[in-house]
Nanobody, 127 residues
Framework: QVQLVESGGGLVQAGGSLRLSCVAA????????MGWFRQAPGKEREFVAA????????YYADSVKARFTIARDNAKNTVSLQMNSLKPEDTAVYYC????????????????????WGQGTQVTVSS
């Protein structure tokens, strides 16, 4: 069992930055690949970024590539999402998630493979 708690959301102007954090409580954090997803009102939950168990391999949605960075610290049971050059279309509730599935880039974008989810943190980008 893994409990995930996100923090760091807020209101920011377009072009600004935010850093989201996700702390995992439970055992064996390093056994899980981690992902970040987001969901805007009236839209489906969409993949943002993922990291393998060690943090050495990462993968991003095209919409955030070169602007967002996922990083994890297994010693602290945390995964972060640094978001730069934010746009109004980045406005959404952001969720971190953990999966015990094998890390593959054709797998990790799917919400269905994730076993545990946080409660989400709101990010609002004003124009």
């Amino acid at each position: 069992q893994v409990q995930l708690v996100e923090s760091g959301g807020g209101l920011v102007q377009a072009g600004g930055s935010l850093r989201l954090s996700c702390v995992a409580a439970g055992r064996s954090f390093s056994r899980y690949a981690m992902g970040w997803f987001r969901q805007a009102p009236g839209k489906e939950r969409e993949f943002v970024a993922a990291s393998d168990r060690s943090g050495s391999s990462t993968y991003y949605a095209d919409s955030v590539k070169a602007r967002f960075t996922i990083a994890r610290d297994n010693a602290k049971n945390t995964v972060s999402l640094q978001m730069n050059s934010l746009k109004p279309e980045d406005t959404a509730v952001y969720y971190c998630a953990a999966t015990a599935a094998l890390y593959r880039i054709d797998v990790v974008p799917s919400p269905a493979v994730y076993d545990y989810w946080g409660q989400g943190t709101q990010v609002t980008v004003s124009s």
